[in-house]
């Protein structure tokens, strides 16, 4: 970290700035959380600031899951205010998600850093090709959706989201829509959903990093780096907040597309980097 120049650190807060504005809006805008650009983008931030490579895949992903804290409730309070939030839906999710969380902090702590950038890889592929050829073509007509699917799914969404740093509206999005609910309805309760995966997960990833693992990463909190938290927090939380509020007013055709266009990008990308450090 010691041979860093002022430029570097000038490029590096740049780039984190600029993803942060990005993962806001489309936090508020697709329900998406956000962590899946965020976690590419503090692992990049990472990478330059030396942190040992051991490390450094979880730091991301812990420390975006704090991010999304702040992250989720802008945007659950914005779609709280047109009503686009089924709370009957989070309720139910809410002891499984916790579960499913658990159990994904121990595979994530258990995990080494070239795994969770494969897995991280793959993930943010399907999700693109989720964006670019599926999310518009469902239909809306809500189905009643069983106990025992939603308590199934709770778990699996938690247990997933957690070792790729995600609120889970990635899953969440995708599931609603696939039992006919509305779009505006999914990303509203998606982000709900994620400040419960949020929350629970990045107490499990300071317990894990700090207890379990004795991580002793400078300015960080277990697997939670509190300077890449600062210098995301402020953005993301306006531009959720922008984002959500831009849901009712545009049309996301043409942005669900380049959207999923940049995950796949982004998950090659992660694969070389992959290949990189395998």
């Known amino acids: 970290m010691e041979n860093i120049s002022l430029n570097e650190i000038v490029n590096l807060l740049a780039v984190l700035a600029i993803a942060a504005a990005v993962a806001g809006f489309m936090a508020g805008l697709l329900g998406v959380g956000g962590g899946i650009i965020m976690v590419p983008a503090l692992y990049y931030a990472f990478s330059v600031l030396d942190f040992d490579i051991i490390t450094r895949m979880h730091l991301a992903v812990g420390t975006s899951l704090a991010i999304i804290i702040p992250t989720s409730?802008?945007?659950?309070?914005?779609?709280?205010?047109?009503?686009?939030?089924?709370?009957?839906?989070?309720?139910?999710?809410?002891?499984?998600?916790?579960?499913?969380?658990?159990?994904?902090?121990?595979?994530?702590?258990?995990?080494?850093?070239?795994?969770?950038?494969?897995?991280?890889?793959?993930?943010?592929?399907?999700?693109?090709?989720?964006?670019?050829?599926?999310?518009?073509?469902?239909?809306?007509?809500?189905?009643?959706?069983?106990?025992?699917?939603?308590?199934?799914?709770?778990?699996?969404?938690?247990?997933?989201?957690?070792?790729?740093?995600?609120?889970?509206?990635?899953?969440?999005?995708?599931?609603?829509?696939?039992?006919?609910?509305?779009?505006?309805?999914?990303?509203?309760?998606?982000?709900a959903v994620g400040f419960l995966i949020a929350f629970s997960g990045s107490i499990t990833m300071i317990i894990g990093g700090k207890i379990i693992n004795n991580v002793n990463t400078p300015f960080s909190l277990g697997y939670i780096n509190l300077l890449g938290f600062l210098v995301f927090v402020p953005v993301?939380?306006?531009?959720?907040?922008?984002?959500?509020?831009?849901?009712?007013?545009?049309?996301?055709?043409?942005?669900?597309?380049?959207?999923?266009?940049?995950?796949?990008?982004?998950?090659?990308?992660?694969?070389?980097?992959?290949?990189?450090i395998n």
Do not use: C, Q, W
């Open 73 to 191: 409730i802008v945007s659950t309070k914005t779609h709280m205010e047109h009503d686009a939030v089924d709370f009957k839906m989070v309720k139910s999710f809410g002891i499984f998600i916790l579960f499913g969380v658990i159990a994904g902090t121990f595979l994530a702590v258990n995990l080494k850093t070239p795994a969770l950038v494969l897995f991280f890889s793959i993930f943010a592929f399907m999700v693109g090709l989720f964006f670019i050829f599926l999310r518009e073509k469902l239909v809306e007509n809500p189905k009643k959706i069983s106990d025992l699917v939603k308590n199934i799914s709770g778990l699996v969404i938690g247990f997933i989201s957690v070792p790729l740093g995600i609120g889970g509206g990635s899953l969440m999005v995708p599931f609603m829509r696939t039992f006919g609910y509305d779009i505006r309805k999914s990303i509203g309760t998606a982000a």
């Open 236 to 276: 993301t939380m306006i531009m959720a907040r922008l984002g959500a509020k831009a849901v009712y007013k545009i049309d996301k055709k043409i942005l669900s597309k380049i959207f999923g266009t940049f995950l796949i990008i982004v998950s090659i990308r992660s694969f070389i980097e992959y290949l990189n």
